[in-house]
C-alpha cells in the first residue's frame, strides 16, 4: 500500500473501505496530469470551499516544493525560476463569481457547473464532483457534461453516493451520512490524494 494512503488510514481508520477507491482515483489524477490534462473541480458550501482549497494543493507545492527544471527553467531563467513551483492544473468552478452570478441570473442556476464544465472540459480531463449527499442537481449535471465529453468522473461523497454515484467513473463515499460529518472525513481524503500525486509526479 502507498506510504501516504497507509499513515491517512492509521490516523482515519473508518476511511480503510475507502482505500481501493482513494488508490484508484490517485492513479487516475497521475495518468490526467502525465498526460496534460487538467482537473475540473465543483461542489456547493463548504464543498466548494474544499475545492478552492484542493486547487490550492495542487497548483503550487505541497509538502515538496516543486523545483522547476529542464528547458522551462532555463528559459525562464534562474531568477525567476527559483521562485516558482511545479504546478497541476486544477480550476474550482465555484470561483467563475461573474459567470456563476450572472448565470444564475440569465438562465438555470442549476445548470452553472454544466455550463462551465462545457466551457472548460476536454477529453482526459477529469471532473471531480463533490457533494456529502451525492444528489446535489447542479454537481450531477456538471458530470453529465462531463461524461458526454469523454471526462473521467470522480465523485467524492458520503455514505451512499446518493444519485452521483450512477454517473462516476470513481466513488469514494465516505462512511458518514450528517453533512458536517462526511465534510470532515473528506478533508483527509482529498490532502492523501493531493499528497499521492505530488510525489507520484515530482518525487
Given amino acids: 500500500m502507498n506510504m501516504i494512503l497507509s499513515s491517512v488510514l492509521e490516523r482515519y481508520p473508518s476511511l480503510i473501505g475507502c482505500k481501493g477507491s482513494i488508490q484508484e482515483a490517485c492513479d487516475a489524477f497521475v495518468a490526467c496530469f502525465k498526460n496534460k490534462n487538467k482537473v475540473l473541480i465543483c461542489g456547493n458550501g463548504g464543498s466548494a470551499a474544499d475545492s478552492e482549497h484542493i486547487s490550492a494543493e495542487l497548483l503550487k507545492g505541497f509538502c515538496n516544493h516543486r523545483k522547476l527544471s529542464g528547458e522551462l527553467r532555463t528559459r525562464l531563467g534562474s531568477e525567476l525560476a527559483d521562485q516558482l513551483q511545479g504546478s497541476l492544473p486544477a480550476i474550482p468552478l465555484a470561483n467563475f463569481?461573474?459567470?456563476?452570478?450572472?448565470?444564475?441570473?440569465?438562465?438555470?442556476?442549476?445548470?452553472?457547473?454544466?455550463?462551465?464544465?462545457?466551457?472548460?472540459?476536454?477529453?482526459?480531463d477529469i471532473l471531480l464532483a463533490i457533494s456529502t449527499s451525492g444528489n446535489a442537481k447542479n454537481v450531477i449535471a456538471a458530470a453529465q457534461v462531463a461524461r458526454a465529453k469523454d471526462m473521467k468522473i470522480i465523485a467524492l461523497t458520503g455514505q451512499t453516493g446518493g444519485n452521483l454515484k450512477s454517473f462516476?467513473?470513481?466513488?469514494?463515499?465516505?462512511?458518514?451520512?450528517?453533512?458536517?460529518?462526511?465534510?470532515?472525513?473528506?478533508?483527509?481524503?482529498?490532502?492523501?490524494?493531493?499528497?499521492?500525486v505530488e510525489s507520484a509526479i515530482f518525487g
Fill in 97 to 124: 463569481t461573474s459567470l456563476v452570478s450572472a448565470y444564475a441570473n440569465d438562465c438555470n442556476p442549476t445548470m452553472v457547473y454544466a455550463q462551465l464544465t462545457l466551457g472548460l472540459g476536454q477529453p482526459g
Fill in 168 to 196: 462516476s467513473d470513481i466513488t469514494i463515499c465516505v462512511p458518514e451520512t450528517v453533512t458536517y460529518k462526511v465534510q470532515e472525513l473528506h478533508l483527509p481524503v482529498y490532502h492523501a490524494l493531493c499528497l499521492m
